[in-house]
């Protein structure tokens, strides 16, 4: 029961999580769009530019004051809860999926970091990026953006780098996710509402509103909008092993970033020419040339396979004792290689996948963290193990991040045995 309560629990926070993240981005990418898109050639007095639109069946004509309108409106809508719903939720699903049982989740098998100081480490992170943020686009690089960008960019990706040596691939890009994110909300927290708050008051008190303060805003929502598309991306890796199970996950993180930041330029300046057209072809070249250079070993690499399998018992607290993985157990001595050429026996394979993975992955699962099957993937039968041939190798051969935590202890033996029987057809008979 308390695995199921924890599922629905992970599920409403990243339901929350997701609708408000879409309205919080959606407004950005809606009111950069805006922003480029004002027409301001010879506005009206008091204007910066005006845009008309048609959408939804209805005609729209909005016009940008260059501060702000002689009298306030009675009724101004305010942008703000979308992002601080988004950070909370946020914050509310790493404690789900991380934080509760941060040595199978958070940390690296192996990690020289406790639970309780990985915790420490991912909350403490989250702060100090937003203060290394602020001060330096407060410092003299503030009027230098482009120098600005770059030294946050490598920043970024020295955390990314920093989190992968004792976080797990997934806690280490979800933990990059949560500094952007963190640092997104406090630009509208620290920076954006303040600066529309002093304009309203100032219209309010018929002073003179000082224009330093709105277009301060308006840059840190420029850097808002360019840190959405990678973190759209980190949301969403957890799908794709590919990138946060490679030992160079870092890399490639900062990889797609590079590509996610491209496309978005191109759509922000598509507006003045197609100077920047180049930018969509180069992230497109990005992206295959990860998606190659991050492609399975070819089978002349993998490890022949022991001619037998020696198994190490099963921790208890693996099966029901409790949530903390055991210790890696020491390898056994390797027997002799097999002959190249021979083929895998399937049996030894459906024992390794019985022994280690199947007691998630089943219709029944005998581990406490599942009522049911991760992702509905089962390995009861034959059948259902050639049928995943293709993830097993994924996550489980190259990757490694499963089985999670490497909590049923699975050797570096079987798992070249089972890389090589899938290489060898995946066959059961």
């Not at 509402?193 to 008051?201: G, K, N, S, W």
């Not at 870092?250 to 020419?273: P, Q």
């Not at 903390?324 to 020491?330: F, I, L, N, S, T």
């Not at 890389?419 to 060898?424: E, F, S």
Request: charge should be positive.
């Amino acid at each position: 029961m308390e695995a199921h309560l924890l599922e629905w629990l992970n599920l409403s926070v990243r339901w929350v999580h997701m609708i408000t993240g879409v309205a919080w981005i959606g407004a950005s990418f809606y009111f950069v769009w805006l922003e480029n898109n004002l027409n301001r050639v010879n506005p009206k007095s008091g204007l910066a530019g005006d845009l008309w639109a048609i959408h939804g069946g209805g005609i729209y004509h909005l016009e940008k004051y260059k501060l702000a309108p002689p009298t306030m409106p009675d009724n101004l809508h305010w942008f703000k809860w979308e992002a601080y719903f988004t950070w909370m939720s946020g914050v509310a699903l790493l404690c789900v999926v991380f934080y509760l049982n941060p040595t199978l989740y958070l940390l690296a098998p192996g990690s020289t970091l406790s639970g309780t100081e990985g915790v420490l480490l991912g909350i403490g992170s989250l702060f100090a990026g937003w203060f290394i943020y602020s001060f330096l686009c407060d410092s003299a690089l503030g009027k230098r953006p482009a120098l600005l960008g770059f030294i946050l960019f490598v920043l970024l990706i020295a955390a990314a780098y920093g989190f992968s040596k004792v976080f797990s691939g997934r806690g280490a890009y979800l933990h990059v996710g949560a500094v952007i994110g963190t640092i997104m909300v406090g630009n509208v927290f620290r920076i954006i509402m303040p600066a529309q708050r002093a304009l309203v008051a100032a219209i309010a008190e018929n002073r003179t509103p000082d224009p330093a303060l709105p277009a301060k805003g308006l840059l840190r929502s420029r850097h808002n909008n360019y840190f959405t598309l990678p973190v759209l991306f980190i949301m969403i890796s957890n799908h794709f092993p590919s990138t946060y199970g490679s030992q160079y996950n870092w890399l490639i993180l900062a990889g797609i970033a590079v590509a996610a930041v491209l496309v978005r330029h191109y759509f922000n300046t598509r507006h003045n020419s197609q100077k920047y057209a180049w930018t969509l072809p180069v992230g497109a070249l990005a992206m295959i040339s990860l998606a190659y250079v991050t492609g399975p070993k070819p089978v002349t690499e993998v490890a022949k396979a022991p001619a037998a399998i020696e198994y190490q018992p099963l921790p208890e607290t693996a099966l029901g004792g409790g949530l903390k993985p055991a210790a890696p157990a020491e390898p056994a001595a390797a027997p002799a290689a097999a002959p190249a050429q021979a083929s895998i026996d399937f049996d030894k394979v459906h024992g390794v996948i019985q022994e280690r993975c199947a007691v998630c992955h089943s219709a029944k699962p005998t581990s406490p963290l599942f009522s049911t099957a991760p992702a509905g993937v089962m390995f009861d039968t034959p059948a259902q193990i050639q049928q995943q041939a293709a993830r097993i190798q994924a996550q489980a051969v190259a990757s490694q991040i499963m089985p999670l935590g490497n909590i049923t202890q699975m050797t570096q033996q079987e798992r070249d045995l089972i890389g090589t029987w899938i290489n060898q057809g995946a066959r059961t008979n």
